[in-house]
């Protein structure tokens, strides 16, 4: 997960959220078993694998961007319009606003 380092603490743990669920939709396999505690109370399971949190400059992550589109390396993203969104339609609309090179990009899961 790279973070545009400008954010504020919320938002850094909001984009982080929204990416890891991209990844996680994308690649299910990701996921372990349920825990289980003494009681036998059940819990949700959890990514099998450590999650890396970067964070970068605009200017890095236009490239980090770019990087993925010339590799064909399939991402999730978290554009800055989406902060003023309220539901799953209105941030595709609003992504869908903006070329490619133009995505004023906070978070680029990979």
Do not use: C
Not at 41 to 59: C, E, G, T
Request: glycine share 6%.
């Amino acid at each position: 997960i790279i973070l545009l380092d400008e954010l504020e603490i919320w938002q850094k743990l909001n984009v982080t959220a929204f990416l890891m669920s991209g990844i996680v939709g994308k690649h299910p396999k990701l996921i372990g078993e349920d825990y289980q505690d003494k009681a036998e109370r059940r819990y949700m399971a959890l990514n099998r694998q450590p999650i890396v949190v970067l964070q970068s400059d605009s200017i890095v992550m236009h490239k980090i961007h770019e990087r993925t589109q010339t590799r064909s390396i399939v991402s999730s993203i978290y554009i800055k319009d989406m902060f003023s969104t309220g539901n799953d339609k209105d941030n595709r609309n609003t992504v869908l606003k903006y070329h490619t090179s133009d995505l004023p990009i906070v978070g680029i899961g990979i």
